[in-house]
């Protein structure tokens, strides 16, 4: 019988289509270690995706994907870090705030960070002071050497973040969509879960309209000021492979980190 694609469904598959659906049936889910958000969006985070996780100055965005990771490092997995303007050691002081202490990951190598740094940045980042554990990574007038590593930290089982910021405004949208095509290519094929970090309003309304329709989910992350705590509303503007169960779902911060929230706030 004729299937939908012009073929039998009981012809042979060649190799290249049978490791298509073979990778497809063993879809993979990631917990957040987020208290209640798994719950909340359905289960988990599938895997073999790109998250576009995009916040305001300040906010929530980076703490949430660095929840997430610092929970994936605790159950043994592997971390690739990429940072432009933040070294190393800034961001696990900052993690610290929020009781993530991933030194001993770092000692161990389960966690990696990697400082990319853009041609224009090389005199800058040549001054500071450099950190053993901390790989700087020089790009040219494209992306070929992040692209290079990415594909070999994914395919040894990393999972990874990276700050899109300042690669965006030091490169051509095409050099980008070509980078973020690349990406999704890799983590189809290795699987885990994998984020761009973009700060909102930093851009062009259409540059950030281009990239979320190039990658698989988008997340929004609004964060404001209530008295003393901060509360943020996780808009779920799509996400591959799965239908949320919620798509506006609401995080308190606490010493502890984000935790979704369980009772309804009295206005």
């Known amino acids: ?73 605790i159950q043994k997995g592997k971390v690739a870090y990429y940072a432009v303007e933040n070294s190393s050691i800034d961001i696990i002081q900052d993690m610290k705030v929020y009781k993530m202490d991933i030194e001993p990951y770092v000692d161990d190598g389960s966690w990696l960070f990697t400082r990319v740094i853009p041609s224009n940045f090389k005199k800058i980042i040549d001054i500071l002071p450099e950190f053993p554990m901390e790989h700087r990574l020089y790009l040219d007038q494209t992306f070929d050497g992040l692209m290079n590593h990415f594909h070999d930290q994914v395919k040894d089982g990393r999972n990874t973040a990276i700050h899109l910021q300042s690669l965006i405004r030091n490169f051509p949208m095409e050099e980008v969509q070509n980078l973020l095509l690349f990406l999704t290519g890799v983590v189809r094929r290795y699987g885990g879960i994998h984020f761009l970090l973009i700060t909102e309003g930093a851009h062009d309304p259409s540059v950030l309209t281009t990239i979320k329709d190039t990658v698989d989910s988008v997340f929004d992350i609004v964060t404001t000021v209530r008295g003393n705590e901060l509360e943020n509303t996780v808009t779920i503007q799509k996400i591959r492979q799965m239908v949320p169960k919620s798509r506006v779902i609401r995080l308190s911060s606490r010493e502890s980190g984000l935790a979704t929230e369980t009772v309804r706030r009295i206005q």
């Open 1 to 73: 019988m004729a299937s939908v694609f012009g073929e039998s469904n009981d012809a042979p598959k060649s190799g290249l289509q049978a490791s298509v659906l073979e990778k497809g049936f063993q879809q993979q889910t990631i917990h957040t270690g987020i208290p209640g958000f798994d719950d909340a969006v359905g289960g988990g985070l599938p895997g073999g995706n790109i998250y576009l996780i995009t916040g305001s100055v300040g906010g929530s965005a980076i703490p949430f994907v660095q929840q997430i990771l610092y929970q994936t490092a």
